[in-house]
Structures are given as structure tokens and as C-alpha cells.
């Protein structure tokens, strides 16, 4: 399986080891050893700020000042089975960081030009906090997987009492392992059964209404040929 993971902190801290966690148990899971990860860490490998210039919407992904760290994300992105998006809570929310990224890749949408290969796709949103706003971390994360259209979304949310990762218990260690585990395990079975799994209803009528929705686009000519091309508009689904 290939495995990206863009981690919204430069931290190797409590987050990072819950990713972790979850990438060994998959990694033991995997009888032929073959699980690819790419890692991504933010701010560094993207530090730029969307700076709400529209180009993206209206040129194309290409036309982004800030392309040249976004398209190497999307790539990877586009070449993973597993989407794995992390982040600590920091005011209840992901970080800034974080929150630039999904920013910059808000063309990628349903309601613009949503990526085929999305479609196919497991997501995982993963988060940590010392005490509270897991729910909206995780639930920001998930969002940008979801409308981007992966198949399954999966979250790992942790509290950890810390501020760093040497001071979490043995106790929220070893609860973590255990969860990274049984969560490792979901993962790879919704992976084993890519093929076979029904599509998610809410997916289904989602990209219906958005397909309704650009029919009727005369406001965005360069996301209206993106659905044309692909012959969303006369029915054809990508899933
Ligand atoms: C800027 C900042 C904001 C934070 N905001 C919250 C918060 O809103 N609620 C909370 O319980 N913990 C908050 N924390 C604590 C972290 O979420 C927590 O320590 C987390 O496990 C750190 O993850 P890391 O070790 O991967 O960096 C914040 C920490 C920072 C640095």
C-alpha cells in the first residue's frame, strides 16, 4: 500500500507518534513488506499562505503562486491509497499550518474539480491535544478528505494530558498502541476490500448535486470543462 502522510507540525511530538503507531501495526499487517510512505511536514514543505488570489479556481492548480510546494503534495497525494492528514489541536483547531494546506487545495473540492483518483482512496485524519477540541480538529481534517472524495474516512483522536511526547503516561502509551492497532486493522481490511465496498451514499449524492450545479456553471469556465472532459455532466461517475 502507499502510504502519504502530511503532518501539520514539524514536531516528532505526540501526534507524530500516534501516526506512527498506526503506520507500524499497517506495516505488520502487510505480509509482503510493500508499504510506501511519503512524508510531508508542514510548515516547511509548504510555507506559503493561500492568499485568496481565486487563481486556482479560475487558471488552474498550475496558476497557484505557491505551486511549486503545492503540485509535489498533490502528486503524492494523487499516487498514495492511503491519504493520512495530521495535526495537534491548537485552539481547538488544527494548526495554522494545516489549515493553509487544506486551504491550498480547496480547488480540489467536489464543488470545483474534484481529482478521479481521489475516489478510491482511504483517508485518515489524526490528532492529539493535551486536553480538549479533538472533535473539530479531526472534523476539519476529515471534511477536506471527504469533499476531495475519498471512499472511506477514518480518524484517530487523542487526548494525551502533555505537552510533549516524553511526558504522555504508560498508560496513554499503551492505550494508543491498542487503538493504532484495532484502527490498523480497519484500515486494512477497507483496503483489502477497495473493489467490493459499496459507495458511500453521501458521496453518491454529492457529486450528483455538484454535476446538477455545473451544468448549470457559467461562472467558472475552467471548472465546468474539468467535469465536461471527464463526462460527469452527461452521467458518467468516477466511482
Ligand atoms: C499553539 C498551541 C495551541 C494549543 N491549543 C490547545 C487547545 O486548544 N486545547 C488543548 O487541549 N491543547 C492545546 N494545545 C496542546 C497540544 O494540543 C497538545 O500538547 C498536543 O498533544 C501537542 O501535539 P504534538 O506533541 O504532536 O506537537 C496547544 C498547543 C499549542 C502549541
Known amino acids: 500500500m502507499k502510504i502519504v502522510v502530511v503532518n501539520g ?10 501516526a506512527d503507531a ?9 505480509p509482503n513488506r510493500q508499504n510506501e510512505v511519503t512524508e510531508f511536514f508542514l510548515p516547511r514543505d509548504m510555507p ?3 492568499r485568496g488570489c481565486f487563481s486556482c479556481f479560475y487558471k488552474g492548480e498550475g496558476a497557484c503562486p ?10 503524492a497525494i494523487e499516487e498514495a491509497d492511503l491519504v493520512v ?16 494546506l487544506l486551504d491550498h487545495l480547496c480547488f480540489m473540492w467536489m464543488s470545483h474539480r474534484p481529482n478521479p483518483a481521489m475516489f478510491h482512496k482511504i483517508g485518515l485524519a489524526v490528532s492529539t491535544t493535551a ?23 477514518f480518524s484517530f483522536a487523542q487526548p494525551v494530558s502533555a505537552m510533549k511526547w516524553s511526558d504522555v503516561s504508560e498508560k496513554t502509551r499503551s492505550k494508543i498502541q491498542k487503538k493504532a492497532k484495532a484502527l490498523a486493522l480497519r ?12 459507495n458511500p451514499l453521501f458521496r453518491s449524492f454529492l457529486f450528483s448535486l455538484m454535476a446538477s450545479m455545473q451544468r448549470g456553471n457559467d ?8 467535469w465536461e472532459a471527464r463526462g460527469w455532466l452527461a452521467g458518467e461517475r468516477p466511482f
Open 9 to 18: 507540525s514539524m514536531r516528532h511530538g505526540s501526534t507524530w507518534h500516534c
Open 22 to 30: 498506526i503506520l507500524q501495526e499497517l506495516a505488520k499487517l502487510d
Open 48 to 50: 506559503g499562505f493561500c
Open 66 to 75: 505557491d505551486a511549486a510546494h503545492v503540485s509535489p503534495i498533490v502528486r
Open 85 to 100: 492528514l495530521t495535526s495537534p489541536v491548537y485552539g481547538f483547531d488544527v494548526s495554522g499550518q494545516m489549515k493553509t
Open 131 to 153: 486536553g480538549m477540541g479533538l472533535g473539530h480538529t479531526v472534523k476539519t481534517m476529515k471534511n477536506s478528505l471527504v469533499y476531495w472524495g475519498v471512499k472511506n474516512a
Open 187 to 198: 484500515i486494512s481490511r477497507a483496503a483489502a476490500r477497495a473493489n467490493r465496498r459499496p
Open 219 to 226: 461562472w467558472n469556465p475552467t471548472d465546468r470543462a474539468h
